[in-house]
């Protein structure tokens, strides 16, 4: 992540064998106030106030690297990791000897802006990016990615407590609420110290880490504690979908079968199971689910998460009414298929296996009259 700082001159200056040294500070020039009162805001964890401040020093100087660092700063905590990129790279370009005067990582101060830049791009980079990238999905309900993209970088650090946090807010939104209780138990256990800057709920911002985490985790064992049968099917619904997400068929057919197993009269259940005997190529079962889905209670319920992303906010039987339609089209256009057929038919089982016959007929069974009469038990007559 990119850190807020402000800076002073430094230099020397040279002709022949003169050398005439520059004083090590200048007088404080309107840009650099600026940016140092934003820095003090950013501190104080008032970010509005040094976004202000910082849009303010760039009308005075657009070019000056202090200010595009920090609005690269501030562009991460809005979650527009493009553009904090496209603000970082500018600023790298600037050719400056000026030295970190305040930041918002205290062991910059004293720095060159130009090795402190640098640094902070590498060491940690794609750790901090991954973060603020994940944030940002997770405030537009894309769990499933924002998991992918944590798993990529937590192998670079295993400890770090904002990725092991967020990885626990994806997967409580995933459903996964085990999953998300170790992340957020193993987190707290860090005893990180770093305030939250970005963060998920704006309400965590300038809390450490850890504290946020156990926090979290105290919350969700509470949740787990107190859960209905339906509010287990829905998670599991929930799980289901995302392992579609992620093209994991098993655990989408278990989770949703574990659904409906709690819970055979919900919507979601029923309509999920639908889906499942549809990508298998039973339609007939889908169709038969579907049409249950439509009936049952919650019907009108909006979706949250889906595998299509258009299905999302809509009522649930318009969402099952849909897929029914497309079953039947589906089924049509088979028939007609099969219409269209030459040739001898070959007879097939439900699950569309051909049905193999033997290559000499089965002998006939011998007529009634030739079979020997059943042996029976007489009676032993008296003697």
């Known amino acids: 992540m990119a850190v807020a700082v402000a800076g002073i001159l430094s230099g020397t200056a040279s002709a022949g064998d003169l050398k005439i040294p520059l004083p090590k500070r200048s007088q ?7 940016n140092q009162e934003g820095v003090d805001a950013v501190r104080h964890h008032q970010y509005e106030k040094a976004k202000t401040l910082f849009y303010r020093a760039y009308l005075y100087d657009p070019d000056d690297p202090f200010t595009l660092n920090n609005l690269a700063y501030m562009a991460e905590l809005d979650g527009q990791v493009d553009r904090a990129e496209r603000l970082s790279a500018l600023a790298a370009r600037q050719t400056t000897d000026a030295v970190i005067e305040r930041s918002s990582l205290p062991q910059l101060k004293g720095e060159s802006f130009r090795q402190a830049i640098t640094g902070v791009h590498d060491v940690g980079m794609q750790v901090s990016r991954a973060n603020v990238g994940a944030v940002h999905l997770l405030s537009q309900g894309r769990g499933s990615e924002a998991d992918a993209l ?3 970088v937590l192998a670079q650090d295993s400890r770090n407590p904002f990725t092991l946090n967020n990885l626990g807010v994806a997967k409580e939104s995933e459903g996964d609420l085990d999953a998300a209780l170790k992340y957020y138990s193993a987190a707290a256990a860090t005893h990180a110290a770093q305030p939250a800057v970005v963060t998920y709920n704006h309400a965590w911002r300038g809390k450490p880490a850890s504290e946020v985490a156990a926090d979290n985790a105290q919350r969700l064992r509470k949740r787990i504690e107190n859960e209905t049968p339906q509010e287990q099917a829905a998670l599991l619904n929930l799980r289901g979908v995302s392992a ?29 199971l639908g889906y499942v005997a549809e990508a298998s190529g039973d339609l007939e079962t889908a169709q038969f689910f579907y049409e249950k889905a439509r009936q049952a209670s919650g019907a009108g319920t909006r979706v949250g998460l889906a595998t299509r992303r258009s299905a999302e906010g809509m009522k649930l039987s318009d969402v099952s009414e849909d897929s029914d339609h497309i079953v039947s089209a589906r089924m049509d256009q088979e028939i007609a298929a099969r219409h269209r057929e030459t040739g001898p038919v070959q007879l097939k089982t439900r699950d569309n296996r051909p049905v193999i016959e033997p290559s000499q007929p089965p002998a006939s069974p011998a007529s009634p009259e030739a079979v020997p009469p059943a042996p029976t038990n007489p009676q032993t007559p008296n003697p």
């Open 150 to 152: 944590l798993q990529s």
């Open 28 to 34: 404080v020039t309107p840009v650099q106030r600026l």
């Open 244 to 272: 579609v997400n992620r093209n994991d068929w098993t655990d989408a057919d278990h989770d949703f079968r574990g659904a409906y197993a709690l819970d055979p009269y919900d919507a979601f259940s029923l309509n999920n």
